[in-house]
């Protein structure tokens, strides 16, 4: 079945750096993938819709300059969380659909943990 | 906007009974409806898919029901088993392509 790969699985950094998080689709192309964030026992909530060759798009009230996203290939999506602060701190998962077709499952990344010191 | 709900928050039940979990959504302008289970601390694994033209979808012991006019979609978990203890969160696709997600049902079969 189609794997999405997510990578790291956890992160610390420090208070003012960056983290890099990937996301690859192992087995098929993804034009379009998903970022979620996640607080506990919470639901995911989409941060941006990422398009491969073209510039994310970001939902109400994500700062795109502080989660730089870019779609490089069809196999690859990567977020950049800038200048982190503890607030940052949560659950990130990425998803995508395989073909981008409405008939085919979303699939998901096992989530990365980011904590923020 | 698209809000989808999931009823009951949260449920135990003990092993071997059947169960339904519940999801509600405003809009029916769809084109899926996903039905995914999480484990803490991971990502979602995707349980069951129905096309918004499609009525219900089975897999194994999973039986997952959408009817798009009233809007409402239903989980259905016969002899539950303690290893289906997780969350699970049902998504709807919208016609404009964005994916909604419910608030989850924190499921604990107890053996």
């Known amino acids: 079945g189609a794997v999405v790969s997510q990578h790291p699985s956890w992160v610390i950094c420090k208070s003012g750096t960056s983290v890099k998080i990937e996301c690859r689709s192992l087995d098929f192309q993804a034009t379009t993938m998903f970022w979620y964030r996640q607080f506990p026992k919470q639901s995911l909530m989409l941060m941006a819709t990422s398009n491969e060759g073209s510039k994310a798009t970001y939902e109400q009230g994500v700062e795109k300059d502080k989660f730089l996203i870019n779609h490089a290939s069809l196999t690859l999506s990567t977020l950049t969380v800038t200048s982190a602060h503890p607030e940052d701190s949560s659950f990130y998962i990425c998803?995508?659909?395989?073909?981008?077709?409405?008939?085919?499952?979303?699939?998901f990344g096992n989530g990365t943990r980011l904590t923020v010191t | 906007k698209q809000e989808v709900t999931q009823i009951p928050a949260a449920l135990s039940v003990p092993e071997g009974e059947n169960l339904v979990l519940n999801c509600s959504f405003t809009?029916?302008?769809?084109?899926?409806l996903q039905w995914f289970r999480q484990d803490p601390g991971k990502g979602l694994t995707s349980l069951l898919l129905i096309q918004s033209s499609q009525r219900e979808q089975t897999s194994g012991r999973l039986n997952a029901s959408l009817d798009k006019s009233s809007g409402r979609s239903t989980l259905y978990i016969a002899a539950s088993q303690p290893g289906d203890s997780a969350t699970y969160l049902c998504a709807v696709q919208s016609t404009g392509n964005q994916f909604y997600f419910g608030t989850g049902t924190s499921l604990t079969v107890i053996p």
């Open positions: 809009d029916s302008a769809i084109y899926n």
């Open positions: 998803s995508a659909q395989q073909g981008g077709s409405y008939n085919s499952p979303l699939h």
